[in-house]
């Protein structure tokens, strides 16, 4: 099992900046890959951005291209995302998860088996 804490959620106005953190606890060398999702209502959870855990490549959604990165601190099992000139529309719940598995492309979030309690980002116009 792996346990997974968000934190660093927030409001700010759009063109703001916000640095979301994962701790992750538990069996952490299993992790082969880590992402961070989001969800606003009414909307399916949508992958935002991931990285695989040993080799450190990354992948992002179109949408957060040039806007956002992934990077992770491994001495300390923390997972982050920082996110840069924010958008109206990137207001949403903002999810990290985890998997161990190399199935299943690295943004669908159901190929992710761990997932902490979320984190709320609110970009205002």
């Known amino acids: 099992q792996v346990q997974l804490v968000e934190s660093g959620g927030g409001s700010v106005q759009a063109g703001g900046s916000l640095r979301l953190s994962c701790a992750a606890s538990?069996?952490?060398?299993?992790?082969?890959?880590m992402g961070w999702f989001r969800q606003a209502p009414g909307k399916e959870r949508e992958g935002v951005a991931a990285?695989?855990?040993?080799?450190?490549?990354?992948y992002y959604a179109d949408s957060v291209k040039g806007r956002f990165t992934i990077s992770q601190d491994n001495a300390k099992n923390t997972l982050y995302l920082q996110m840069n000139s924010l958008k109206p529309e990137d207001t949403a719940m903002y999810y990290c998860a985890a998997r161990s598995s190399t199935m299943g492309w690295v943004l669908r979030a159901a190929s992710y088996p761990y997932w902490g309690q979320g984190t709320q980002v609110t970009v205002s116009s």
């Open positions: 538990g069996y952490t060398y299993s992790t082969y890959c």
């Open positions: 990285i695989y855990t040993g080799g450190g490549s990354t």
